[in-house]
């Protein structure tokens, strides 16, 4: 995390999906991922949040305008657009959630991560 001008704290987040669980999603040739070469990955880049977290846990929804401000999206062999994203973030955890349009289709996502 970094400083933004005013203050405030810039968060970054990048997310690799799991390579064990990948390669046994996409070991089955007939595998909605058999296509696929690599797990995904979320990313969201340089967002302002408020406060401290390590103080607390903040709940943050993305606005639809956040999208096209800062570096958000689901990458699956392609930068896949995401929408309705909420963030639940704390010194040792991270909940995501929200839509990523795959392919024309709108599919929920949600990823856990705890250090």
Avoid: C
């Amino acid at each position: 995390m970094n400083k933004a001008a005013d203050g405030s704290t810039l968060l970054t987040i990048e997310i690799h999906g799991n390579q064990k669980i990948y390669e046994q999603l996409r070991a089955d040739e007939v595998s909605e991922w058999s296509w696929t070469l690599y797990p995904p990955n979320f990313y969201l880049r340089e967002y302002p949040i408020p406060g401290n977290i390590k103080s607390k846990e903040i709940a943050i929804k993305l606005k639809s305008a956040d999208a096209a401000r800062f570096d958000v999206a689901l990458y699956l062999m392609e930068h896949n657009e995401v929408s309705e994203v909420s963030l639940k973030v704390a010194e040792r955890h991270l909940e995501v959630s929200g839509q990523v349009d795959l392919m024309g289709e709108r599919k929920p996502f949600r990823i856990k991560w705890k250090k």
